[in-house]
Nanobody
């Protein structure tokens, strides 16, 4: 089993910055892909950014240039640096990972519990 724990969500003023973190733990064998999604109330989760084991990144078109995803493979940690935050960035942000474990060699999808980001003056 794999656990994903996010942190870093906060209340920030428009124009400000935040860095979200997600630590993956458990009997992890390989993390193939990690990603951040966000969800507005009553809406489906949408991809913010993703990064593969080969550090290939992908961003939602509307967020390119403001958000940066990165990962620390040695510590199974995912980051999201968010700059120039806008009120419309207010949402719950979820960590997502595709992993295999020493118990289950198949690739499985895991989700964190989410961290809340509020952008408001």
């Amino acid at each position: 089993q794999v656990q994903l724990v996010e942190s870093g969500g906060d209340l920030v003023q428009p124009g400000g910055s935040l860095r979200l973190s997600c630590v993956a733990s458990g009997s992890i064998r390989t993390i193939y892909r990690m990603a951040w999604y966000r969800q507005y109330p009553g809406k489906q989760r949408e991809l913010v950014a993703s990064i593969t084991i080969d550090t290939i990144t992908r961003y939602a078109d509307s967020l390119k240039g403001r958000f940066t995803i990165s990962r620390d493979n040695a510590n199974n940690t995912l980051y999201l640096r968010m700059n120039s935050l806008k009120p419309e960035d207010t949402a719950d942000y979820y960590c997502h990972a595709v992993c295999s474990t020493y118990v289950d060699p198949n690739q499985r999808v895991y989700w964190g519990q989410g961290t809340q980001v509020t952008v408001s003056s």
